[in-house]
């Protein structure tokens, strides 16, 4: 059922942005009365789903769900209608329009894919507000994993700045030292200011693994998984675990330190219940775990919430689209950066669709997928034939130079951009495909 939850949310949210888009080239065509022939969601290579007529339009949807399009008279696109551009031009056609036109109807998409992730976040913000842990009530400091033990960072330690900026947002600190890569992060611990100096060399590593700090949550319990053992021992709700096998635990990275080497054992596990402290025996699963959870971030900790008039709403919500586009530009320059091997990690279709929660949340629906409009208008604007960026790249030799590239030409840099995508998709798909079997 979660995985069908995940596939609803990925096949709507992915309509909308390519609806959106497509219309940010249709409207501003409209403007500049240039005909458009045909308005797809989806591609329809061979038949349609649907379609209908309603002026010089086709409206129609494909099925072959990777995107969409909109046909433009007199232009070389993905339909590479070479009958057509064989013809005198139209008053109509695109080709015969003034570059700097032709050039608004192609960044129209990217454009519309920037304001509607705006819209999205300030209607969020205004409709739920904004929730977050302050860095300075992460009272209990950071888990560390054996990347940031080896940098230098212990348990416990409370981030203070991070190249001498303070850092208000708990979550964003390992995003702030991944994207700005920090070398030099100021903790608190036992009281005292201690400077930690992050080498260039340990930086891929750090790439690879965004996790490597956390933040350190108690070890108590809040509810069970199903045949928990834990539960079948007989410990309850608000228990918190001190020890097990006579080691000392007081925090979940701790409780999973312990237990990571005990799977299908059986353990002794002490825990504090009412000022009295209790001990079972149990034994763990195939993974190691002894099935529960603990609190939400609301049951330990004092969150921050903010809210929203709808005035308010829009600016923070300007600033929240470019800020995530901001750091997502930065995001694409290390997947471009080869010391990071992080184009490993690029993934298609079904790393899209983890995102979405197994749940229907239209909190996170909305979120996630004014991100991905983003991240759609980013992609989409890259200097790659096919691709709008590519039509932009042209247009903008040509604005300067004066100089139009030949129809011929424009012709084989379709077709290399075309192949250049459909080789992107096949590796990004192919990486999401070697994933699943591989776990």
């Not at 969601?41 to 209908?52: I, K, Q, V, Y």
């Not at 969409?68 to 008053?91: A, C, N, R, T």
């Not at 080691?247 to 999973?256: I, S, Y």
């Amino acid at each position: 059922m979660e995985v069908l939850v995940k596939v609803v949310q990925l096949i709507v949210s992915l309509s909308i942005l390519v609806i959106v888009h497509e219309f940010g080239h249709f409207i501003l065509a409209k403007l500049f009365n240039t005909r458009v022939e045909k308005f797809y969601l989806f591609f329809n290579p061979g038949f349609s789903l649907f379609r209908f007529r309603k002026g010089e339009t086709e409206y129609g949807m494909g099925w072959l769900p990777l995107g969409g399009y909109v046909k433009i008279s007199g232009m070389i696109d993905e339909s590479m209608d070479k009958d057509q551009m064989q013809k005198p031009p139209q008053p109509h056609e695109f080709r015969s329009k003034p570059a700097w036109q032709r050039l608004l109807i192609m960044v129209g998409g990217v454009i519309m894919n920037f304001l509607l992730a705006v819209l999205i976040y300030a209607s969020v913000l205004f409709a739920w507000g904004e929730q977050y842990l302050p860095a300075d009530n992460a009272r209990y400091g950071i888990a560390a994993d054996s990347l940031a033990e080896r940098i230098g960072f212990q348990d416990g330690d409370k981030i203070v700045s991070v190249e001498g900026k303070s850092v208000t947002r708990f979550n964003e600190i390992p995003k702030t030292i991944l994207l700005e890569k920090a070398n030099q992060v100021t903790v608190e611990r036992n009281g005292e200011p201690r400077q930690i100096y992050i080498p260039d060399s340990l930086y891929s590593k750090i790439v690879n693994n965004p996790g490597f700090i956390s933040l350190r949550i108690p070890s108590i319990i809040e509810g069970f998984s199903e045949d928990s053992p834990a539960r079948q021992a007989g410990l309850q709700p608000g228990d918190r675990i001190v020890k097990v096998n006579g080691n000392d635990v007081q925090f979940m990275d701790q409780l999973r330190k312990v237990l990571s080497d005990k799977k299908n054992e059986k353990i002794s596990v002490s825990v504090k219940r009412e000022g009295e402290t209790k001990s079972y025996s149990l034994r763990t699963t195939q993974e190691g775990l002894i099935g529960f959870y603990a609190g939400s971030l609301e049951e330990h900790f004092q969150l921050e919430n903010k809210r929203y008039s709808f005035i308010a709403a829009v600016p923070a919500g300007i600033d929240k689209g470019i800020e995530t586009m901001s750091e997502y530009l930065k995001q694409l320059g290390l997947i471009f950066t080869p010391d990071t091997e992080l184009y490993k990690e690029v993934g298609g279709f079904i790393t899209i669709g983890k995102i979405f929660p197994g749940s229907w949340s239209w909190y996170a629906f909305w979120n996630l997928t004014a991100f991905l409009s983003i991240i759609l208008g980013i992609l989409n604007i890259l200097p790659i034939p096919a691709l709008d960026g590519g039509h932009v790249m042209f247009l903008v030799y040509e604005i300067v130079s004066g100089q139009k590239p030949s129809e011929k030409f424009l012709e084989y840099a379709q077709i290399a951009g075309m192949l250049i995508l459909f080789s992107i998709l096949i590796y990004a798909n192919g990486n999401d495909i070697v994933k699943l079997f591989s776990n």
